[in-house]
């Protein structure tokens, strides 16, 4: 079964600082990746994906995620953040090859100080 | 920007009755789920929708529930009967097939169970 381990619950950054929140999975194939924020009282936005090919993947809002397949990570960066990211983050996985379900970590809440 | 919709935003309801949730994927989408969030937890997967039928679901997802796409728009999620553990953020996600396999979520619907 497929699996996914964010190990920071809440982090916290200053404003300007450089981000990257932690996720590992279990599965026994390369899944699909993907980042999805959530903004108190909003849904779930995809931030970005992976499928195959380049492990550095470029998403929305100035995100990036780097597979490696050795370690089983797809962590989240970013260089510079803005209060405006103050959100939850979560890394979810699916398995490759269809539309089936995707399986959610339990989320990191992100705080940004000025 | 097409988003997937979903009504109501908040939905109180009793024990024991019966509650529909409203989702309106994006138009063109072909794949079609539910997930749910209890207060706290992991988003789970609940069930999946492709071509008028169900294409897999969870353990969770027991006769108590059900879903349908009336028309060529809704998508909908029945509970036939509530129970308090029923209460969570319910999300619609729809995904567009044809070899793009991320899925787009709703703002989410809030069930509380009283």
């Known amino acids: 079964a497929q699996s996914v381990t964010q190990p920071d619950i809440h982090i916290t950054v200053s404003e300007g600082a450089s981000l990257e929140l932690r996720c590992n999975y279990s599965?026994?194939?390369?899944?699909?990746l993907f980042w999805y924020v959530q903004s108190p009282g909003q849904g779930l936005q995809l931030l970005l994906k992976?499928?195959?090919?380049?492990?550095l993947v470029q998403g929305i809002k100035g995100f990036e995620a780097e597979f490696k397949r050795s370690q089983s990570s797809f962590n989240l960066r970013k260089p510079s953040v803005h209060w405006s990211d103050a959100a939850e983050y979560f890394c979810?996985?699916?398995?490759?090859?269809?539309?089936?379900?995707?399986?959610f970590g339990i989320g990191t809440k992100l705080q940004v100080i000025p | 920007e097409p988003e997937v919709t979903q009504t109501p935003s908040h939905q109180v309801t009793q024990m024991g009755q019966e509650v529909i949730l409203r989702c309106v994927p994006i138009?063109?989408?072909?794949?079609f789920y539910w997930y749910r969030q209890i207060l706290g937890q992991k988003v789970e997967f609940l069930v999946s929708?492709?071509?008028?039928?169900?294409?897999?679901k969870s353990e969770i997802f027991d006769d108590q529930f059900s879903v349908e796409r009336p028309d060529g728009s809704n998508f909908t999620l029945k509970i036939r009967s509530t129970k308090l553990e029923d209460s969570a953020m319910y999300f619609c996600?729809?995904?567009?097939?044809?070899?793009?396999?991320?899925?787009?979520f709703g703002p989410g619907t809030r069930l509380t169970v009283t």
């Open positions: 996600a729809s995904s567009p097939g044809t070899g793009r396999r991320e899925q787009y």
């Open positions: 599965y026994g194939a390369t899944p699909y």
């Open positions: 992976y499928f195959s090919g380049d492990t």
């Open positions: 979810a996985v699916g398995a490759p090859g269809g539309y089936q379900k995707v399986t």
């Open positions: 138009s063109n989408h072909l794949y």
């Open positions: 929708f492709y071509n008028n039928e169900i294409s897999e």
